[in-house]
């Protein structure tokens, strides 16, 4: 399947997480990258093929109440997803389309405040 979508549809892809198992329910994550049509005439394949796409960033969450700023996420964030977006108030953004669900904040945040699904 991801043979396909680089060879017919032209996308460059990273996978980030996987669990297949024939025959059974499977769990891919990955970016794709290409134009705006063959993005969509990729996603069309997929779905053709019964296969359920969603966006990631709808399953990485931050719980706004549980966040206190403490900027720990921010040293383990490579893709800098996380960061610190005004110096004086040490206030962390989350910029969700930069994560790539690595799950390392959700590993070093002290307050539980990360979390990620791909279920």
């Known amino acids: 399947i991801v043979y396909k979508l680089v060879k017919d549809f032209n996308l460059i892809f990273n996978i980030l997480r996987a669990n297949i198992s024939p025959k059974a329910e499977s769990l891919m994550v990955m970016e ?7 993005f969509k005439k990729g996603m069309k394949y997929l779905k053709g093929l019964d296969i359920d796409t969603e966006p990631m960033e709808h399953d990485i969450n931050r719980d ?3 966040c206190v700023h403490c900027g720990v996420c921010t040293s383990v964030c490579a893709p800098e997803a996380l960061y610190i977006k005004d110096r004086r108030s040490m206030s962390i953004e989350f910029d969700y389309k930069r994560c790539v669900a690595c799950e390392l904040c959700v590993r070093v945040c002290p ?3 990360m979390s990620v699904s791909f279920e």
């Open 64 to 66: 706004e109440d549980k």
């Open 32 to 38: 794709l990258e290409g134009t705006e049509t063959n």
């Open 111 to 113: 307050v539980k405040a």
